[in-house]
């Protein structure tokens, strides 16, 4: 696939499925692009703002419905959509995804106050996700690939939930998203 087809196929994704409640008053879509925005106002690299952008694609690849969390269901969507990008871009983009909820666990363990600095939304899905972070968990985590991007990705997701709030739109993504996408086998 070239590049521009893989950011038309993503894009599609959002088109066809960014109507969907992300739960706090925002559509998936005002979800992700708030996110990439602030990821951008903070200076970030493309990497950074990708990340923030597609962090949920994994939302949009399931029909499981709207606020599943609400259902008691946590979809395991940051490794759905982190898999599935992992086909199109590189670890700096992929893993910021894939560890979105564990970054959230993460910054619970370390921050007096990120707990109630969170959605109602959030918390409940924290739950789901296995609650804050214990000191092995934490020492391990800051390990993993990508750690320090993956948190910055996660202070970005929950800046990223304001109701009418006006954004760039996808395509002016575009150009960045392309570049990032590695090279065709
Ligand atoms: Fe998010």
């Given at each position: 696939m070239k590049s521009s087809e893989v950011v038309d196929e993503i894009f599609r994704v959002y088109r066809k499925?960014?109507?969907?409640?992300?739960?706090?008053?925002?559509t998936e879509n005002q979800h992700a692009l708030q996110s990439a925005c602030f990821a951008v106002q903070a200076g970030e690299s493309d990497s950074i703002v990708a990340a923030s952008l597609l962090h949920d694609f994994g939302h949009l690849l399931h029909?499981?419905?709207?606020?599943?969390a609400d259902q008691?269901?946590?979809?395991?969507h940051e490794r759905i959509g982190g898999n599935r990008l992992s086909a199109w871009f590189g670890s700096e983009v992929v893993e910021p995804v894939r560890n979105h909820a564990a970054s959230k666990r993460y910054l619970c363990w370390l921050e007096r106050g990120y707990f109630d600095s969170l959605s109602e939304a959030s918390r409940k899905s924290l739950a789901l996700q296995g609650g804050p972070m214990n000191d092995v968990e934490a020492s391990e985590f800051e390990k993993t690939p990508q750690f320090e991007a993956s948190v910055r990705v996660r202070r970005y997701d929950d800046e990223g939930?304001?109701?009418?709030m006006i954004t760039p739109d996808f395509e002016d993504y575009r150009t960045l998203l392309e570049g990032l996408v590695r090279r065709a086998e």
């Open positions: 499925q960014g109507h969907r409640s992300y739960g706090e008053n925002v029909d499981l419905g709207e606020d599943i008691g269901i946590d979809a395991r939930k304001v109701p009418e």
